[in-house]
Each structure stands twice: as C-alpha cells, then as structure tokens.
C-alpha cells in the first residue's frame, strides 16, 4: 500500500505561480513513477505530468513550458511547480503512484497508476 497526500493548492490569480507537494509513505522502499492528474468540474480527469524513478518527465503539452515536475526521493516527496497559470488550470489536482513501470516515461493513461491521493484546489482567477 502507498498513501499519497497532496497539499499546496490556492487561489492565484492568472499569472501567479504555485507549488504542489505530494508526500508519501507506506511502501515507499519500492521504486516508483509519480504523476500528476486534475479534473476541472463537468471534465474527465487528465495527465499533467509525470516523473520516473530515474528522473524522466513528461508533460502534457497544455502544461509544456509551465509547469515542472520534480521529485526529492529521500523526502518521498514530489512536486509541481506551476508558473504562469491561466484561468483553464483550475481543477483539483491529484497525484498517483505507478508501481508497475517505474522507468517508463509516456505514461499518461489513468489506468497505468496504482495508487491516488485525495487531491487539492488549485483556483486560478482572472
């Protein structure tokens, strides 16, 4: 089992900047690629980025440019930076866990992760 705990979410206004964490614990000895979904209200849940074991990111080209992803392994924590935000980022935001590929890099389909956190708002306003 891993949990998965995201925080940093907020109003911003268009422009602005905010950081995303997500910490997690439980089987946290077993390498692991990390992504990051939203879902806006009345909308699927979409990939915004992810980052391998080793590193590898891949970014959903609505976000190329914007935001980063990173990950600090001996916090079990990963991030997302994300710069000039428009009103269209608003959503919930989630991380999730993939165990099974954890070196593979164009993983985007929700169905390719194993574990999800809670999620956090981000409201960007114009």
């Known amino acids: 089992q891993v949990q998965l705990v995201e925080s940093g979410g907020g109003l911003v206004q268009a422009g602005g900047s905010l950081r995303l964490s997500c910490a997690a614990s439980?089987?946290?000895?077993?390498?692991?690629?990390m992504g990051w979904f939203r879902q806006a209200p009345g909308k699927e849940r979409e990939f915004v980025a992810r980052?391998?074991?080793?590193?590898?990111?891949y970014y959903a080209d609505s976000v190329k440019g914007r935001f980063t992803i990173s990950r600090d392994n001996a916090k079990n924590t990963v991030y997302l930076q994300m710069n000039s935000l428009k009103p269209e980022d608003t959503a919930v935001y989630y991380c999730?866990?993939?165990?099974?590929?954890?070196?593979?890099?164009?993983?985007?389909?929700?169905?390719?992760?194993?574990?999800w956190g809670q999620g956090t708002q981000v409201t960007v306003s114009s």
């Open positions: 980052i391998t074991r080793s590193g590898g990111t």
């Open positions: 999730a866990a993939d165990l099974r590929l954890p070196y593979y890099t164009t993983l985007s389909a929700r169905s390719g992760y194993d574990y």
């Open positions: 439980g089987r946290t000895n077993t390498g692991y690629a």
